[in-house]
Protein backbone atom coordinates (compact mmCIF):
# COMPACT_ATOMS: atom_id res chain seq x y z
CA UNK A 1 0.00 0.00 0.00
CA UNK A 2 2.68 2.37 0.84
CA UNK A 3 4.59 1.62 -2.31
CA UNK A 4 2.14 4.07 -4.06
CA UNK A 5 3.16 7.78 -4.00
CA UNK A 6 -0.23 8.65 -3.96
CA UNK A 7 -1.70 6.63 -0.50
CA UNK A 8 1.55 8.44 0.77
CA UNK A 9 0.17 11.37 0.06
CA UNK A 10 -3.08 10.44 1.39
CA UNK A 11 -1.93 9.26 4.77
CA UNK A 12 0.21 12.40 5.34
CA UNK A 13 -2.93 14.38 3.95
CA UNK A 14 -5.50 12.78 6.24
CA UNK A 15 -2.45 13.56 9.57
CA UNK A 16 -2.78 17.40 8.30
CA UNK A 17 -6.36 17.66 8.46
CA UNK A 18 -6.81 15.21 11.84
CA UNK A 19 -4.06 17.55 13.06
CA UNK A 20 -6.43 20.39 13.11
CA UNK A 21 -10.03 18.85 13.49
CA UNK A 22 -9.24 17.49 16.86
CA UNK A 23 -8.69 20.42 18.77
CA UNK A 24 -10.60 23.15 16.45
CA UNK A 25 -13.14 20.33 16.38
CA UNK A 26 -13.67 20.12 20.03
CA UNK A 27 -13.97 24.12 21.18
CA UNK A 28 -16.66 24.00 18.00
CA UNK A 29 -18.51 21.32 20.16
CA UNK A 30 -18.06 23.19 23.15
CA UNK A 31 -18.85 25.99 22.31
CA UNK A 32 -22.37 25.15 20.80
CA UNK A 33 -21.56 25.75 17.21
CA UNK A 34 -21.49 22.34 15.52
CA UNK A 35 -24.02 23.46 12.47
CA UNK A 36 -21.43 25.81 11.71
CA UNK A 37 -18.79 23.53 10.13
CA UNK A 38 -21.78 22.35 8.56
CA UNK A 39 -22.75 25.63 7.14
CA UNK A 40 -19.28 27.07 6.24
CA UNK A 41 -18.53 23.50 4.30
CA UNK A 42 -21.14 24.59 1.98
CA UNK A 43 -19.95 28.03 1.60
CA UNK A 44 -16.81 26.51 0.62
CA UNK A 45 -18.47 24.81 -1.87
CA UNK A 46 -19.81 27.90 -4.00
CA UNK A 47 -16.18 29.34 -3.40
CA UNK A 48 -14.72 26.77 -4.72
CA UNK A 49 -17.01 26.30 -7.05
CA UNK A 50 -16.53 29.60 -8.66
CA UNK A 51 -12.74 29.60 -8.43
CA UNK A 52 -13.16 26.28 -10.98
CA UNK A 53 -15.09 28.73 -13.30
CA UNK A 54 -12.18 31.38 -13.11
CA UNK A 55 -9.58 29.06 -13.56
CA UNK A 56 -8.15 29.54 -9.69
CA UNK A 57 -7.41 26.56 -7.30
CA UNK A 58 -10.15 25.06 -6.03
CA UNK A 59 -8.72 25.04 -2.50
CA UNK A 60 -8.35 28.67 -2.80
CA UNK A 61 -11.59 29.98 -3.57
CA UNK A 62 -12.91 27.36 -0.40
CA UNK A 63 -10.86 28.75 2.28
CA UNK A 64 -10.72 31.86 1.22
CA UNK A 65 -15.17 32.12 1.08
CA UNK A 66 -14.85 30.13 4.35
CA UNK A 67 -13.11 31.88 6.77
CA UNK A 68 -14.68 35.69 5.27
CA UNK A 69 -18.28 33.93 5.95
CA UNK A 70 -16.90 32.36 9.21
CA UNK A 71 -15.94 36.12 10.22
CA UNK A 72 -19.34 37.25 9.17
CA UNK A 73 -20.99 34.92 11.72
CA UNK A 74 -18.51 36.09 14.22
CA UNK A 75 -19.52 39.26 13.84
CA UNK A 76 -23.49 38.93 13.70
CA UNK A 77 -24.62 39.87 17.23
CA UNK A 78 -26.59 36.72 18.87
CA UNK A 79 -28.91 39.04 20.70
CA UNK A 80 -29.61 40.88 17.65
CA UNK A 81 -30.01 38.54 14.68
CA UNK A 82 -29.75 34.73 16.12
CA UNK A 83 -26.65 32.96 15.80
CA UNK A 84 -29.14 30.13 14.10
CA UNK A 85 -30.68 32.13 11.80
CA UNK A 86 -27.57 33.58 10.11
CA UNK A 87 -26.20 30.18 9.62
CA UNK A 88 -29.57 29.32 8.32
CA UNK A 89 -29.28 32.19 5.44
CA UNK A 90 -25.59 31.99 4.63
CA UNK A 91 -26.33 28.13 4.02
CA UNK A 92 -29.37 28.51 1.79
CA UNK A 93 -27.45 31.53 -0.30
CA UNK A 94 -24.64 29.09 -0.32
CA UNK A 95 -26.50 26.39 -1.50
CA UNK A 96 -28.53 28.31 -4.20
CA UNK A 97 -24.37 29.87 -5.51
CA UNK A 98 -23.15 26.17 -5.39
CA UNK A 99 -26.21 25.15 -7.88
CA UNK A 100 -25.78 27.85 -9.90
CA UNK A 101 -21.42 26.67 -10.23
CA UNK A 102 -22.36 23.04 -10.70
CA UNK A 103 -24.45 24.09 -13.56
CA UNK A 104 -21.58 25.94 -15.55
CA UNK A 105 -19.02 23.17 -14.52
CA UNK A 106 -20.48 20.96 -17.06
CA UNK A 107 -16.85 20.39 -18.35
CA UNK A 108 -15.32 19.94 -14.56
CA UNK A 109 -17.95 17.39 -13.39
CA UNK A 110 -15.05 15.21 -11.83
CA UNK A 111 -13.84 18.15 -10.18
CA UNK A 112 -17.40 18.69 -8.98
CA UNK A 113 -17.80 15.20 -7.36
CA UNK A 114 -14.47 15.80 -5.78
CA UNK A 115 -15.78 18.92 -3.45
CA UNK A 116 -18.67 17.21 -2.71
CA UNK A 117 -17.63 14.00 -1.67
CA UNK A 118 -13.72 14.18 -1.68
CA UNK A 119 -10.91 13.04 -3.20
CA UNK A 120 -8.01 11.91 -0.76
CA UNK A 121 -6.37 9.75 -3.37
CA UNK A 122 -6.01 12.86 -5.61
CA UNK A 123 -4.55 14.79 -3.45
CA UNK A 124 -1.25 16.05 -5.48
CA UNK A 125 2.19 15.88 -3.43
CA UNK A 126 2.29 19.84 -3.82
CA UNK A 127 -0.82 20.41 -2.00
CA UNK A 128 0.71 18.99 1.24
CA UNK A 129 2.91 21.98 1.30
CA UNK A 130 -0.16 24.33 1.58
CA UNK A 131 -1.96 21.86 3.81
CA UNK A 132 0.70 21.78 6.57
CA UNK A 133 1.53 25.69 6.47
CA UNK A 134 -2.41 26.04 7.05
CA UNK A 135 -2.28 23.19 9.99
CA UNK A 136 0.52 24.65 11.28
CA UNK A 137 -0.46 28.35 11.68
CA UNK A 138 -4.15 27.59 12.30
CA UNK A 139 -3.26 25.18 15.58
CA UNK A 140 -0.59 27.91 16.61
CA UNK A 141 -3.23 30.55 16.24
CA UNK A 142 -5.82 28.02 17.85
CA UNK A 143 -3.06 27.86 20.87
CA UNK A 144 -2.75 31.79 21.71
CA UNK A 145 -6.53 31.93 22.07
CA UNK A 146 -6.74 28.84 23.82
CA UNK A 147 -6.96 29.92 27.16
CA UNK A 148 -9.50 33.00 26.58
CA UNK A 149 -11.38 30.85 24.27
CA UNK A 150 -12.03 28.52 26.83
CA UNK A 151 -13.07 30.99 29.77
CA UNK A 152 -15.36 32.56 27.35
CA UNK A 153 -16.79 28.83 26.41
CA UNK A 154 -17.46 28.07 29.60
CA UNK A 155 -18.12 31.39 31.06
CA UNK A 156 -18.94 33.86 28.47
CA UNK A 157 -20.76 36.58 31.03
CA UNK A 158 -18.14 36.41 33.78
CA UNK A 159 -15.30 36.11 30.89
CA UNK A 160 -17.13 39.26 29.47
CA UNK A 161 -17.28 41.03 33.27
CA UNK A 162 -13.33 40.76 33.31
CA UNK A 163 -12.57 42.84 30.04
CA UNK A 164 -12.47 39.33 27.42
CA UNK A 165 -13.68 40.78 23.66
CA UNK A 166 -16.28 38.30 23.30
CA UNK A 167 -17.34 39.36 19.64
CA UNK A 168 -13.49 38.87 18.78
CA UNK A 169 -13.02 36.14 20.18
CA UNK A 170 -15.89 34.30 17.97
CA UNK A 171 -14.97 36.30 14.65
CA UNK A 172 -11.13 35.00 15.03
CA UNK A 173 -12.42 31.80 16.02
CA UNK A 174 -14.61 31.07 13.30
CA UNK A 175 -12.03 32.18 10.54
CA UNK A 176 -10.01 29.15 12.30
CA UNK A 177 -13.05 26.68 11.48
CA UNK A 178 -13.28 27.96 7.98
CA UNK A 179 -9.88 27.06 7.28
CA UNK A 180 -10.18 23.64 9.19
CA UNK A 181 -13.26 23.41 7.04
CA UNK A 182 -11.20 23.95 3.87
CA UNK A 183 -8.70 21.39 4.92
CA UNK A 184 -11.27 18.77 6.02
CA UNK A 185 -13.52 19.03 2.61
CA UNK A 186 -10.05 17.81 0.86
CA UNK A 187 -10.31 14.70 2.53
CA UNK A 188 -14.08 13.89 2.98
CA UNK A 189 -15.90 16.68 0.78
CA UNK A 190 -18.18 19.14 1.67
CA UNK A 191 -21.13 16.87 2.36
CA UNK A 192 -19.24 14.60 5.04
CA UNK A 193 -17.27 17.47 6.87
CA UNK A 194 -18.99 16.77 9.52
CA UNK A 195 -18.32 13.58 10.75
CA UNK A 196 -14.62 14.02 10.38
CA UNK A 197 -14.83 17.67 12.12
CA UNK A 198 -17.26 17.03 14.95
CA UNK A 199 -17.68 13.09 15.09
CA UNK A 200 -14.37 13.10 17.29
CA UNK A 201 -14.62 15.96 19.34
CA UNK A 202 -18.12 15.18 20.87
CA UNK A 203 -17.27 11.64 21.53
CA UNK A 204 -14.21 12.78 23.23
CA UNK A 205 -16.24 15.40 25.54
CA UNK A 206 -18.64 12.68 26.02
CA UNK A 207 -16.48 10.42 27.11
CA UNK A 208 -15.21 13.55 29.89
CA UNK A 209 -11.95 14.32 29.32
CA UNK A 210 -10.28 17.72 30.18
CA UNK A 211 -9.07 20.39 27.91
CA UNK A 212 -5.69 19.13 26.74
CA UNK A 213 -6.66 15.27 27.23
CA UNK A 214 -9.81 16.08 25.57
CA UNK A 215 -8.00 17.89 22.61
CA UNK A 216 -5.25 15.05 21.95
CA UNK A 217 -7.84 12.12 21.97
CA UNK A 218 -10.38 14.30 19.95
CA UNK A 219 -6.83 14.29 17.51
CA UNK A 220 -6.20 10.74 17.67
CA UNK A 221 -9.86 9.48 17.31
CA UNK A 222 -10.20 11.81 14.11
CA UNK A 223 -6.40 10.30 12.64
CA UNK A 224 -8.18 7.15 13.18
CA UNK A 225 -11.06 7.45 11.20
CA UNK A 226 -9.24 9.41 8.49
CA UNK A 227 -6.50 6.28 8.43
CA UNK A 228 -8.47 3.65 9.41
CA UNK A 229 -10.86 4.93 6.30
CA UNK A 230 -7.99 4.82 3.20
CA UNK A 231 -7.05 1.46 5.10
CA UNK A 232 -10.52 -0.23 4.25
CA UNK A 233 -10.88 1.78 1.06
CA UNK A 234 -7.82 0.20 -0.06
CA UNK A 235 -8.96 -3.54 0.98
CA UNK A 236 -12.66 -2.90 -0.45
CA UNK A 237 -14.23 -1.36 -3.47
CA UNK A 238 -15.72 1.71 -1.44
CA UNK A 239 -14.40 5.29 -1.18
CA UNK A 240 -12.73 6.85 1.68
CA UNK A 241 -15.39 8.88 2.34
CA UNK A 242 -18.03 6.01 2.96
CA UNK A 243 -15.75 4.84 5.70
CA UNK A 244 -14.70 7.85 7.17
CA UNK A 245 -17.93 8.38 8.09
CA UNK A 246 -19.20 4.83 9.33
CA UNK A 247 -15.96 5.21 11.50
CA UNK A 248 -17.22 8.25 12.81
CA UNK A 249 -20.68 6.77 14.04
CA UNK A 250 -18.87 4.12 15.01
CA UNK A 251 -16.36 6.02 17.27
CA UNK A 252 -19.36 8.59 18.45
CA UNK A 253 -21.85 5.18 19.25
CA UNK A 254 -18.99 3.67 21.19
CA UNK A 255 -18.11 7.06 23.32
CA UNK A 256 -21.78 7.27 24.29
CA UNK A 257 -22.00 3.27 24.87
CA UNK A 258 -19.04 3.85 27.18
CA UNK A 259 -20.23 6.88 28.66
CA UNK A 260 -23.64 5.58 29.40
CA UNK A 261 -22.18 2.67 31.45
CA UNK A 262 -20.02 4.90 33.33
CA UNK A 263 -23.34 6.84 34.41
CA UNK A 264 -22.33 9.98 32.39
Known amino acids: MFAYEFMRTAFVAAFLA ?19 SHALSHVGFAGAGAALLWGQPALLGFGLSAVISGMGMGMASDRVIGRDVMIGLV ?21 ATALLFGDILGISPSSLYWLGALA ?4 VCLGVMSRPLLFASLQPDVAEAKGVNLRLLDVLFLALVGIATAMCSQI ?28 AV ?22 ASFWIALLGSAVFAAANLVAHLRGR
Do not use: K, N, Y
Request: include cysteine; hydrophobic fraction near 60%; charge should be positive.
Open 18 to 36: AFVCGPVGWFLVLRGQSFA
Open 136 to 139: IGCV
Open 188 to 215: TGVLLVFTLMVAPAAASLRLGFGPMLGM
Open 91 to 111: LSLAMGTGALCLHFLTRSAGA
Open 218 to 239: AFALALFEAWGGLCLSWLSDCP
